[in-house]
């Protein structure tokens, strides 16, 4: 029988059938027999994701509309179908792999990658045959033919399988449960909108709203320090005493007190020269190309990443959903066969420092599943190179030339200081000579900001007096920057340096912060498309609709990195065969009963004062009104919040159970209607008024259809 190859989109199919003498049918491709495959092989693919979670109304009929009674959504059992406008491609799979005794996955070498594949295996109804793996980091054709003639087992791809539908049904659990949930309280608090949630989407978002914050509450305070610019025999120079106040009057008695003046003369009393020497980048992860894009080109994360895949399918780079920057012998050998052909390529040829791999680079232990991004052995002419796009060809050279950097010298500088004596008021000045630009020469020299800037000092003797030139500088506190996106990225990465518990950051240190170096691009595009944040000329504000989630989530797990983190950990013990997905789902089941018992009560103290605009109000029709609990009344009909009083839906039977919307002039929020519904009473309620005006606190308790006040 013919082996079936499914890839996990066209394009992929495509590269995998350019190594191959094939021919063409509808849906699939087929492999002429070869040397690999004697009898031939039949390649087909899905269009992503070709299977498909169902929705919630699937499972239950009452889960269809939102309402709070029937939360938390939990299935007893999770069933997928077949993805809408999808069916036609999956029959062709369906056919080919029911049809054959051998199947090989050659969807993208990740978690993903399996589970799309064995989401639409199990979904043809397939057993028992012979499935292996095809594990490969380039698309070149001769890295195609070595993998399949190098195919693994199936055992780890399991275990990844196992991992990444845990995490998608973790994540449709958590979406599904707390989307409702905070629309719906939400709403019962005037904000007519839907609020999106998500594992990883909520505590960036989260995030985002704390560097907002400390931008929008940061007092700028004044400071004062004294500078000097002295002259000496060859040259001028900067310097800067280390006297920082907050009034300029404390800054000149403490040079008056050394009788310095303006024009006072000083002695240099020391000058040391350090040689120092940086050592060329080490290559990419994804991660990092996405940053260095975002800051020279100002290319948001997602567009790298797709930008990328297209070099990838193009056979130009190695995988780009990488988290490594590390490669083994393998791929240096063939670097450093090419290290000519790629000089010529940017037109940049330099004297080899070194043939011989160095640890910082190269290193087997630090790659799993894929190593860094470098240039594949194809190398373009000269016409492939002039039909890239402009972001292609600097990603692609950025690759090419952080690859041929690790060959080229160190950069090589001397760092001078200088100390200034005047009066006995030290003034310090570092400076820097630049002696070797050695792998810098590869790169645009980037922009310093002046204050940063080092410069090279004129020639200086110890002990030489200097003209100088006194002076008192005013300077002011200055808040924390806004994220650009590439900076994003970094935050998510690196997020465990914001939380506080130790124990919290060690986690956070080891599963590499929120989301994966695959999906945080794609987290950043789903938070702008809900409108939780916006991107101005590459700087990320939280909207007011942000706001509000943030305000919401306050306080719960949603707002914190360490809760996904956790997850992440124990998901990963299932890709390693330490955990099971059915002990994690049952973990998840807990969290989301104890989100729904907790988060009322948040939501009831919490004051949100925030109008959304009309166009963030726009509500489907089936989410106008709220069902609030079972009525205690007539126990067949559900209590329905409508815009100003709570009623029985079952109230064309006869039933004319009704709660106020407000009552002694205070409004009763949907938890507190629920409470008077499912335990008779509710909590105290602060700020009734009764009829002199005066403001008092009571509970209020249900009794034979009427409310009456309890007093605590």
């Known amino acids: 029988m013919k082996p079936v190859i499914l890839a996990e989109k066209p394009s992929q199919a495509k590269a995998y059938a350019d190594a191959f003498t094939t021919r063409k049918h509808d849906g699939y491709t087929e492999i002429q027999p070869c040397e690999i495959f004697p009898e031939g ?20 009929s009452s889960w269809k509309r939102w309402s709070l ?11 997928f179908q077949v993805s809408q406008g999808k069916f036609k491609q999956f029959q062709i799979v369906k056919r080919l792999i029911k049809g054959t005794d051998r199947v090989i996955n050659a969807c993208d070498v990740d978690r993903e990658g399996s589970n799309i594949f064995y989401s639409i295996y199990y979904m043809t109804g397939a ?32 275990q990844l399988y196992e991992e990444a539908k845990a995490r998608q049904i973790s994540d449709w659990l958590v979406g599904m449960n707390g989307s409702r949930m905070y629309t719906l309280l939400l709403q019962a608090k005037g904000i007519q909108e839907v609020f999106p949630i998500g594992r990883v989407q909520s505590p960036t978002v989260y995030l985002i709203y704390q560097r907002q914050r400390e931008i929008e509450t940061f007092v700028s305070e004044p400071f004062f320090e004294a500078e000097a610019i002295f002259t000496a025999a060859n ?54 190309l996405q940053a260095t894009a975002n800051r020279r080109w100002k290319a948001s994360p997602a567009t790298v990443l797709k930008t990328m895949q297209t070099l990838y399918e193009k056979k130009l780079v190695s995988y780009p959903r990488t988290d490594t920057r590390h490669i083994t012998p393998s791929e240096f050998n063939y670097l450093v066969a090419n290290i000519e052909s790629y000089q010529k390529l940017i037109e940049q040829p330099f004297e080899v420092a070194s043939r011989t791999p160095k640890k910082r680079y190269v290193d087997s232990s630090k790659v799993q599943e894929h190593y860094a991004i470098i240039p594949t052995k194809k190398i373009p002419t000269a016409a492939a190179i002039a039909k890239l796009d402009s972001l292609e060809r600097n990603l692609y050279e950025e690759v090419v030339r952080t690859a041929l950097a690790m060959f080229h010298r160190d950069y090589l500088y001397t760092e001078t200081k200088v100390t200034t004596d005047v009066n006995g008021l030290p003034f310090f000045t570092t400076g820097k ?5 050695g792998w810098k020469e590869l790169f645009a020299a980037p922009k310093i900001a002046k204050d940063t800037e080092e410069s090279a000092l004129p020639p200086l003797e110890h002990n030489e007096t200097v003209q100088s030139e006194i002076g008192i500088k005013e300077g002011a506190t200055q808040p924390p920057k806004p994220y650009t996106e590439g ?63 943030c305000l919401a989530i306050e306080g719960s797990l949603l707002a914190s990195p360490s809760m996904t983190a956790k997850w992440e950990t124990y998901l990963k013990k299932i890709g390693n065969g330490e955990g099971t997905g059915q002990h994690f789902l049952g973990s998840v ?12 009560v948040q939501l009831e103290q919490q004051t949100i004062d925030i109008v959304l605009p009309p166009s963030q109000s726009s509500r489907k029709k089936s989410y106008s009104r709220t069902e609030v609990a079972p009525c205690p009344r007539c126990k067949t009909g559900n209590i329905i919040a409508h815009k100003n009083f709570y009623g029985c839906s079952s109230y064309k039977s006869g039933c004319k159970q009704t709660f106020p919307g407000t009552f002694l002039k205070k409004s009763l929020t949907v938890p507190q209607v629920r409470l008077l519904c499912t335990k008779g009473k509710t909590n105290t309620i602060k700020g009734f008024t009764s009829a002199d005006g005066k403001k008092f606190d009571a509970a209020l308790e249900y009794k034979e259809g009427k409310l009456e006040l309890v007093f605590v």
């Not at 009674?69 to 069933?79: K, M, N, T, V």
């Not at 060690?506 to 409108?531: M, N, P, Q, Y």
């Not at 989301?592 to 018992?597: A, N």
């Open 127 to 158: 057993r028992n045959q012979l499935i292996q793996r095809l594990w490969i980091n380039s698309l070149e054709a001769d890295e195609v033919r070595k993998g399949f003639e190098n195919l693994r087992d199936n055992k780890k791809d399991l």
């Open 41 to 60: 092989a039949y390649i087909t693919w899905g269009v992503g994701h070709l299977v498909e979670l169902k929705e919630p109304h699937a499972y239950n």
């Open 235 to 288: 040259g001028t120079y900067k310097g800067k005493a280390k006297l920082k106040e907050p009034k300029r009057e404390l800054i000149a008695e403490a040079l008056n007190s050394r009788n310095i003046t303006k024009r006072t003369p000083g002695t240099i009393t020391s000058i040391t020269h350090t040689d120092k020497r940086t050592p060329p980048p080490q290559l990419h992860s994804l991660s990092t």
């Open 589 to 600: 089941a807990k969290f989301i009963e104890k989100l729904l018992e907790d988060v009322p």
């Open 433 to 437: 000579t630049e002696r070797d630009k």
């Open 69 to 79: 009674g029937s939360l938390p959504i939990l299935p007893e059992r999770y069933e």
């Open 487 to 549: 900076q994003l990225i970094a935050m998510m990465k690196t997020c465990g340096k914001l939380v506080e518990d130790q124990s919290e950051t060690d986690i956070l240190k080891e599963v590499e912060g929120l989301g994966t170096e695959a999906t945080r691009s794609s987290i950043i595009e789903t938070i702008k498309k809900h409108g939780y944040i916006s991107v101005t000329k590459n700087i990320v504000s939280i909207t007011d609709k942000g706001r509000v989630l």
